[in-house]
């Protein structure tokens, strides 16, 4: 009895408001032409040991010059942030997010003046974005280098760029690639970009029929290997 009640005091002490410590140091609200944003900076630490993946939970260093992620989601519709922040947080990438989506492709100057991420590459991530947007960001002449695109349903073929389009020569130039996140059945005509360029994961859907929450972490950790955040 004693060991039934000392773990259900144990269980209500976890549970508690405040015990789950926060993956993010601050957020902060940060407006672009008119539109709503809210910045997430990552808590970062020392080592455990020099050269040591482990961190030291008591040794918190300056989040500066930290690879970031913009990440865009519909204007309608669901925002699912628990499953696209935390994942974020865990490889200590800096957040932008416009939760209410956006008119126009953000900005590429959004985050280098700030110094948690000055200096430092940068990706976008787009959730569920249409046509007309994701053509937008593609032809955007300061297009990140990487780009995760998460849909229900792979983007039209004439969302991407063709061979002959301006759009497609401007995408040759860059260093930029593209990883497509879809659900099974809705593969992606992307046979006119080089497959170094762009990588298709196709998912099962979950229990109500969306992108299952290993697709945001799959993402997560694509965009952090290319911008090589450690």
Excluded at 43 to 68: D, E, F, I, M, Q
Aim: with cysteine; net charge positive; aromatic share 4%.
């Amino acid at each position: 009895m004693k060991n039934a009640s000392f773990a259900c005091c144990l269980l209500v002490a976890l549970l508690a408001p405040g015990c789950a410590s926060s993956v993010w140091e601050r957020t902060e609200k940060i407006s672009s032409n008119g539109e709503e944003a809210r910045l997430y900076v990552p808590k970062l630490w020392a080592p455990l040991l020099p050269g040591s993946v482990y961190p030291n939970k008591h040794a918190p260093v300056p989040t500066k010059g930290r690879p970031a992620v913009i990440v865009v989601c519909p204007g309608a519709g669901r925002c699912p942030k628990s499953e696209i922040l935390r994942p974020l947080a865990e490889r200590g990438i800096v957040v932008l997010l416009f939760e209410a989506g956006l008119k126009e492709p953000p900005k590429a100057d959004l985050l280098r003046t700030r110094p948690e991420a000055a200096g430092a590459p940068q990706g976008l991530l787009l959730v569920e974005p249409t046509a007309d947007f994701l053509r937008g960001c593609m032809g955007a002449r300061a297009t990140p280098a990487a780009v995760a695109i998460l849909r229900g349903r792979a983007p039209e073929p004439r969302a991407l760029p063709s061979p002959s389009s301006p759009s497609r020569q401007l995408f040759d130039r860059l260093p930029r690639r593209v990883l497509l996140a879809a659900l099974l059945g809705s593969e992606a005509n992307v046979s006119s970009i080089p497959s170094d360029e762009v990588i298709e994961k196709l998912y099962a859907p979950d229990a109500a029929g969306r992108l299952p929450r290993e697709a945001y972490r799959d993402a997560a950790e694509w965009l952090a290997g290319e911008l090589g955040a450690r």
